[in-house]
């Protein structure tokens, strides 16, 4: 048997169906909002246990020898006048300690160069070398970093007798047990009178909160698989054509999380590399670039359409932007690792490094126009917020609350590349993985839902299956009981949506009245 040409193309369904985030009554929606503030909550208790992210080790210069260089352990400053050059070893570490970095802080003269009544800045010069020695004899094994000079501008607050301190080295992978450090001043002369000594730190990971972050890291890894596992499971209950725009963009998001909570962390802790560190910041970037990219589709989405399942909101100039500050990010980070990889003693405060900052200085300034447009949007949507149905109210106040918490945890922390707050950390994994997790739950189909989607398409089988025309083997045209009849030019029309889907029609137009 062969088919029509003629036979009636198959009907979408044109209505929503029903949501989780559809099905919550008050009740449920405070018992979801309180059950999300209780997680975080209990995650904030839980950083009371996170171990110490970095040890120091840090002493003054009266501890050290007066009578030549430092080269012991517990001796990391100096006096400028009598030690120009600084000898500090680092001891007894190994792969857990992930990095180490050594700060130099400059302490005022009390007695010259205006220190109760202005604020200075001091250019400090030295030859930076590091070696790799053996940890009890201090024997220098290998070369790892020439002499090479350096300058430095340091900021002194008039009143305050410690000035800034500023990061020299930053290796990213420790290889050795012990290390030595050479550091010997150029300029004593010029700085003698404004700065009595400089204290230096050695700063470097604690072996437990590595281990900690393995935990935390691969737990958020394998519950956000079974959250993808399970998403897509009930997202395939349901008529593709049912789906709507937030489903398949958090489906993009859902895997997106799993590459942010990082298979690999394990070697890019353990055994950090220039590669390593490039999968790293992909991963992140990407599913941070997406998340802007969804907030920038979805807070148009509802403003502009109500109860439309597709969107127009995905326009290009949004792809394009999100596009150009994912390539921004990747390549300064990249820039900024393969740099310290080359060279553990640059400083990027100091040193002229046009490369990086221009593409510091504009991936924020994109940030920035996204964060605008969003506030935009924002405002548009408090204008017509009476007409906006339930789950686009929802969302706007969940999502709300979630960057809020973003923007807070951004803007009361630091950015800089040796920032390893225990707690920090913990905080922002955890709120980001609930965030896509609640999302997924909000979006996902509800039991009404699903079978609201399974009717409709069995209700359109079988309306397609009565109204195809087949032929015998004689050629002669039959109908689906066997009987002749005329072939009919005239177009069928969709039934009349099935009554459960009549309900949540009349519930829409409620909400366009």
Not at 301 to 316: A, Y
Not at 321 to 329: A, D, K
Request: net charge neutral.
């Amino acid at each position: 048997m062969h088919t029509n040409s003629n036979e009636p193309a198959p009907v979408e369904n044109p209505q929503l169906i029903k949501l989780n985030i559809d099905m919550m009554s008050e009740r449920r929606t405070k018992i979801i909002w309180f059950l999300f503030l209780a997680v975080v909550i209990f995650f904030y208790i839980l950083t009371l246990a996170v171990p110490p992210a970095i040890s120091t080790a840090v002493a003054s210069y009266r501890d050290c020898p007066v009578d030549g260089p430092v080269n012991n352990d517990e001796c990391l400053a100096f006096n400028v006048n009598s030690h120009p050059t600084f000898i500090g070893v680092l001891s007894g570490v190994n792969e857990y300690n992930n990095f180490f970095l050594l700060e130099m802080q400059p302490v005022r003269n009390e007695s010259g160069g205006g220190y109760k009544t202005t604020d200075i800045g001091v250019s400090l010069s030295f030859n930076f070398t590091l070696n790799y020695v053996t940890s009890k004899s201090h024997v220098v094994q290998e070369v790892l970093l020439p002499e090479k000079n350096h300058l430095i501008n340091f900021k002194c607050t008039r009143g305050q007798r410690l000035c800034e301190s500023k990061m020299i080295l930053y290796l990213p992978r420790i290889q050795r047990d012990a290390y030595q450090v050479i550091i010997k001043i150029t300029n004593t002369d010029e700085v003698s009178w404004m700065v009595q000594d400089i204290q230096f730190r050695f700063i470097y990971m604690y072996q437990k909160y590595a281990q900690y972050l393995l935990i935390l890291k691969y737990m958020f890894f394998f519950v956000s698989v079974i959250a993808l596992l399970l998403y897509y499971k009930f997202l395939k209950k349901i008529n593709p054509s049912d789906r709507i725009f937030e489903q398949k963009m958090l489906l993009v998001l859902s895997i997106a999380l799993v590459l942010f909570n990082d298979p690999f962390f394990a070697v890019t802790l353990l055994y950090p590399s220039f590669l390593s560190a490039l999968f790293s910041t992909v991963f992140v970037t990407s599913f941070y670039c997406l998340l802007l990219l969804f907030w920038l589709c979805q807070f148009e989405r509802i403003c502009t359409e109500n109860d439309k399942k597709g969107t127009k909101t995905m326009k290009p100039w949004k792809v394009v932007l999100i596009l150009v500050v994912w390539f921004t990010l990747v390549i300064s980070y990249t820039i900024l690792s393969y740099t310290y990889q080359q060279d553990p003693a640059t400083n990027y405060e100091s040193e002229d490094e046009g490369t990086y900052q221009i593409f510091k200085v504009f991936s924020i300034l994109l940030v920035m126009i996204v964060v605008g447009v969003l506030v935009n949007y924002y405002v548009n949507f408090c204008r017509v917020w009476n007409t906006r149905i339930g789950r686009h109210k929802n969302f706007f106040f969940f999502s709300t609350y979630f960057i809020f918490c973003t923007f807070l945890f951004i803007f009361t922390g630091s950015l800089t590349v040796y920032n390893n707050d225990g707690n920090r950390v913990l905080i922002v994994i955890s709120v980001t993985n609930m965030y896509i997790f609640f999302l997924q739950y909000f979006y996902g189909p509800s039991i009404e839902g699903i079978k609201e989607s399974n009717e409709f398409q069995r209700y359109e089988r079988e309306r397609l299956y009565k109204q195809y025309e087949y032929f015998n083997d004689d050629g002669m045209e039959l109908s689906f009981d066997g009987e002749e009849q005329q072939a009919q030019a005239q177009p069928a029309l969709p039934p009349p949506p099935p009554p459960a889907l009549q309900g949540y029609q009349g519930e829409e137009e409620e909400h366009k009245a």
